[in-house]
C-alpha cells in the first residue's frame, strides 16, 4: 500500500541554524501538507500547498517557514532560522481530494532545537 | 474557541471491553476524521466521515456523526492491547478550507 515517508526521522540543531525536512507524498497525490506537534499538545497545521503554490498558512508558518516542491516527489519544509520552540514532531501528509480532503500522514521527523 | 475537542482525555478499560470516545466541534464542516497515534509515532488514518453522513464501519470501528449536536464518537469494540494509543478527531471546514484541525486526543490503554 502506497505511503508517505519522511526523512529525517530525527534531527537534531543548534539554534539559529537552518533545517530542511522531507518528505516524499504518496504518488498521485495532489495536495500536501505539513503538520507539527509539540509534545503533548495537539496537532498542527502548518501549511498547504497545491499546483506549486501554497493554498492556505497558518499564523505559525511565519517568514522563517518555508516550501517548495523541487521534483515530482519530493516536498520539503525549511525552517531557516531555528528557535527552541520550533522543537516539535513535523508532520507530512497528501491528499488526492476528491471533494472529502482525506489525508494521509507520514511517520514524521522530530526536530530538536538545543 | 477550540474545534475538535475529545472526551475523555484518558480512557482505561479491559481487554475485550468496548471503547467509546467522543468528539465535539463548533463550526461547520465538511467531513470529520479520526487518527490512531501509537506513542511518538505517525498518524494513522482510521475513517472519514462526511458531513451528510451519520454512521460508518470499518471493521471493528464504527463512527457516528450528528451534525445537529455538532458531535462524533468512535467506538472501537472488543478492544485489544495493540489498541492501546492516542485518538484524534480532525475536522475539515466548509468553504474550500483544505486544513484539518484536530482536538487534544484521548489517550486509550487497553489492560491485558
Known amino acids: 500500500e502506497p505511503e508517505v515517508t519522511q526523512t529525517p526521522s530525527h534531527q537534531v540543531t543548534q539554534m539559529g541554524q537552518e533545517v530542511i525536512l522531507r518528505c516524499v507524498p504518496i504518488?498521485?497525490?495532489?495536495?500536501f501538507y505539513w503538520y507539527r506537534q509539540i509534545l503533548g499538545q495537539k496537532v498542527e497545521f502548518l501549511v498547504s500547498?497545491?499546483?506549486?503554490?501554497?493554498?492556505?498558512k497558518s499564523e505559525i508558518f511565519d517568514d522563517q517557514f518555508s516550501v517548495e516542491r523541487p521534483d515530482g516527489s519530493n516536498f520539503t519544509l525549511k525552517i531557516r532560522s531555528t528557535k527552541l520552540e520550533d522543537s516539535a514532531m513535523y508532520f507530512c501528509?497528501?491528499?488526492?481530494?476528491?471533494?472529502?480532503?482525506?489525508?494521509?500522514f507520514g511517520p514524521g521527523t522530530r526536530l530538536t532545537v538545543l | 474557541s477550540q474545534q475538535g475537542e475529545e472526551d475523555p482525555q484518558a480512557l482505561s478499560i479491559q481487554e475485550g471491553e468496548n471503547a467509546t470516545m467522543n468528539c465535539s466541534y463548533k463550526?461547520?464542516?465538511?467531513?470529520l476524521q479520526w487518527y490512531r497515534q501509537n506513542s511518538g509515532r505517525g498518524l494513522v488514518h482510521l475513517i472519514l466521515?462526511?458531513?451528510?453522513?451519520r454512521e460508518k464501519h470499518s471493521g471493528r470501528l464504527r463512527v457516528t456523526l450528528d451534525t445537529s449536536k455538532k458531535s462524533s464518537s468512535l467506538l472501537i469494540t472488543a478492544s485489544r492491547a495493540a489498541d492501546t494509543a492516542s485518538y484524534f478527531c480532525?475536522?475539515?471546514?466548509?468553504?474550500?478550507?483544505?486544513?484539518?484541525?484536530f482536538g487534544q486526543g484521548t489517550r486509550l490503554t487497553i489492560n491485558p
Open positions: 500547498f497545491y499546483n506549486n503554490e501554497i493554498s492556505e
Open positions: 463550526t461547520s464542516i465538511n467531513n
Open positions: 480532525a475536522t475539515a471546514l466548509i468553504q474550500g478550507a483544505q486544513k484539518l484541525v
Open positions: 466521515i462526511r458531513s451528510n453522513e
Open positions: 501528509a497528501s491528499g488526492a481530494r476528491d471533494n472529502y480532503n482525506e489525508q494521509f
Open positions: 504518488s498521485n497525490h495532489l495536495y
